[in-house]
């Protein structure tokens, strides 16, 4: 079983910065991809970036030039740098590791960005 618990959320001024944090524990092994989705409210939820075991990133359009995901192998965590954050950014952010086609998700942290 694979847990993941996010940390990092909060309220920000839109123009401003956060650093989401996760945290995998269980029977994790390499390979495996990480990454962030998001849910905001009567929206389906979307891939904002993911990360292979390599280190290539991938990119929601709407977020290319600035977010930027990052991951520490050793640590068995992935991160989001979320700059020049947009009322439009507001949301649910979900951790996701994808081990063997399995998908696994943390509980969510909000975001929420103010105009």
């Known amino acids: 079983q694979v847990q993941l618990v996010e940390s990092g959320g909060g309220l920000v001024q839109a123009g401003g910065s956060l650093r989401l944090s996760c945290v995998a524990s269980g029977l994790v092994v390499i390979p495996y991809t990480m990454g962030w989705y998001r849910q905001a409210p009567a929206k389906q939820r979307e891939l904002v970036a993911s990360i292979t075991p390599g280190g290539s990133a991938n990119y929601a359009d709407s977020v290319k030039g600035r977010f930027t995901i990052s991951r520490d192998n050793t640590k068995k965590s992935v991160y989001l740098q979320m700059n020049m954050l947009r009322p439009e950014d507001t949301a649910i952010y979900y951790c996701?590791?994808?081990?063997?086609?399995?998908?696994?998700w943390g509980q969510g942290t909000q975001v929420t960005v103010s105009s």
């Open positions: 996701n590791l994808n081990l063997r086609k399995v998908n696994y």
